[in-house]
């Protein structure tokens, strides 16, 4: 299975720097063995759209749960794949933690995400508290069996442990494997033989220098990246080192 490498530029990056970083890659990206992905903002989403190089896919970094109508603010996932979105990031920590979005949204997101044709990357994983008392794969198993209530086989599942999450602080690639089998016997459960296909992504703290000893990893199918998806020297050297 192909990695997938998910750049996710968080809330960084107006429409002009969008385009700059777009023809800074466009200049030295060559194709390699990963797919690569940036889940942007959404007032980004039409310049990188325009302007990205061939074979960079183009993602979300949240979608609304609901269709369409009288939700003000909100994006709807007819919206972005009306724009050539083909993933969205659902579920962050950041958006669980800051915007109170349960698993049950969580889910109503993914399923919006997959009736639009569009892949949901679905985020879960442990504080450090749990991790500390040894509940880290009890708790991340109950949140995912949430947060894929009734949603498709067609989704990539993102294990972020939320104290590795932009503090530098990665963890092993042990302890990433050690989740990503979880994550996958349950998804065997779930969804059959079709867990064999579905990427299951690590995320906390990944940089060019330790993403291929996570990667290399069998139940680790990629990266979903935060702070080294900003600068184009790091996205390549992640990319090259796939
Ligand atoms: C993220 O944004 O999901 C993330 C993992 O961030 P960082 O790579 O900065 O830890």
Known sequence: MRNLLALNWKMNKTPSEARSWAAE?????????AELAVMAPAVTISTLAANLPAGVGLGAQDVSAHDSGAY????????????????????HSERRDY???TDAVVAAKAKQAQANGIVPIVCVGEKLDVREKGEHVAYTLAQLAGSLAGVGADVVVAYEPVWAIGTGK????DDAEELAAAIRGALEQQYGKRAAEIRVLYGGSVKPDNIASICVKPNVNGALVGG??????DVLGMNDAL
């Open 72 to 91: 003000t603010g909100e994006v709807s996932a007819g919206m972005l794949a009306d724009l050539g979105v083909g993933y969205v990031v659902v579920g």
């Open 25 to 33: 890659l466009a200049e030295r990206f060559e194709e390699g063995d």
């Open 170 to 173: 990665t963890a092993t690639a």
């Open 228 to 233: 080294a998806s900003l600068k184009v020297a």
């Open 99 to 101: 915007h109170g979005e």
